[in-house]
């Protein structure tokens, strides 16, 4: 078990500001926030969202979810312990989500 690889400042700053803009569309969704003239986007956005996290949670079947076959890592074990099972919640809560509108 090596150490971990060191994550560029600019993915974290990308990962932040998708994940920002992924909760604007459910501000969008819940009527607190209103930006004209993109409904129709935001509509495949609202399936969108939960599409990719459930995607995340089953992985690449290599490094990344449910399938992973490298599981001896930190990052393994931490994927497994914590980054999988909010990312299947917040796929599920997402359908949820639409299937309720």
Do not use: E
């Not at 819940?30 to 969108?48: A, E």
Request: aromatic letters at 14%; one cysteine or more.
């Amino acid at each position: 078990m090596g150490s971990l690889p060191k994550i560029p400042p600019i993915a974290t700053l990308v990962v932040g500001v998708v994940l920002v803009l992924f909760a604007l569309v459910y501000l969008m969704k819940s009527g607190l926030l209103t930006i004209q003239g993109l409904n129709g986007v935001i509509n495949y956005g609202y399936w969108f969202i939960p599409f990719i996290f459930i995607l995340r949670a089953i992985g690449d079947f290599n490094y990344l979810g449910f399938f992973k076959k490298v599981k001896h890592t930190a990052f393994a074990k931490a994927d497994s312990k914590v980054f999988v099972p909010l990312c299947l919640a917040i796929g599920i809560m997402g359908i949820l989500i639409q299937l309720m509108d």
